[in-house]
Antibody
Framework: EVQLVQSGAEVKKPGTTVKISCKVS????????IHWVQQAPGKGLEWMGL????????IYAEKFQGRVTITADTSTDTAYMELSSLRSEDTAVYYC?????????WGQGTLVTVSS | AIQLTQSPSSLSASVGDRVTITCRAS??????LAWYQQKPGKAPKLLIY???SLESGVPSRFSGSGSGTDFTLTISSLQPEDFATYYC?????????FGQGTKLEIK
């Protein structure tokens, strides 16, 4: 069974950094990109970027460029999303997902709350 | 980045109704479009991929059409479990984007 299991909820202060993990199982980690998607409360889905676990190459959405770092650790089959310089607008649920035709799986989501 | 504009943003309908949601891309994306359904507190669920292919396990009342810049998602006969928010998603370029969503509510 394919599973993407994310780390737990976080509460962060403005200006700090959060790092969320996404551990995959049930398939070969290097076969599919891992994407990250942001969803602010009551808002839509926003694509943040992706990592190719095979070689670590990344592509980021322009909106998050410079603040987001997505990595993949093939020794533990885990992807990470790090978002820096947090502000209140970053309060959201963050999802990891494969977003691939014929292989579309999502994590359960991680709530990040940014509050002073 | 390619922009996706969905219409309407919200829609009220009754069980048994036929419903159509549209998604317009700011530039041509061939058939590189998917439709997702999302219910509150849950991750999105894939319904349609490659503009018109039904994901395995998705009821046949859902269908998709279109190519280039104009796409539609149709639900032929609304069921109670279909009331949710729907998103289109393009994967033509590596700068993936989602539409802003269409909230389907019970009339």
């Amino acid at each position: 069974e394919v599973q993407l299991v994310q780390s737990g909820a976080e509460v962060k202060k403005p200006g700090t950094t959060v790092k969320i993990s996404c551990k995959v199982s049930g398939y070969t980690f290097t076969d599919y990109y891992i994407h990250w998607v942001q969803q602010a409360p009551g808002k839509g889905l926003e694509w943040m970027g992706l990592v190719d676990p095979e070689d670590g190459e990344t592509i980021y959405a322009e909106k998050f460029q410079g603040r987001v770092t997505i990595t993949a650790d093939t020794s533990t089959d885990t992807a990470y999303m790090e978002l820096s310089s947090l502000r209140s607008e970053d309060t959201a649920v963050y999802y990891c997902a494969t977003l691939t035709t014929g292989f579309d799986y999502w994590g359960q989501g991680t709530l990040v709350t940014v509050s002073s | 980045a390619i922009q996706l504009t969905q219409s309407p943003s919200s829609l009220s309908a009754s069980v048994g109704d036929r419903v159509t949601i549209t998604c317009r891309a700011s530039q041509g994306i061939s058939s590189a479009l998917a439709w997702y359904q999302q219910k509150p507190g849950k991750a999105p669920k894939l319904l349609i991929y490659d503009a018109s292919s039904l994901e395995s396990g998705v009821p046949s009342r859902f269908s998709g059409s279109g190519s280039g810049t104009d796409f539609t998602l149709t639900i032929s006969s609304l069921q109670p479990e279909d009331f949710a928010t729907y998103y289109c998603h393009q994967f033509d370029s590596y700068n993936y984007t989602f539409g802003q969503g269409t909230k389907l509510e019970i009339k």
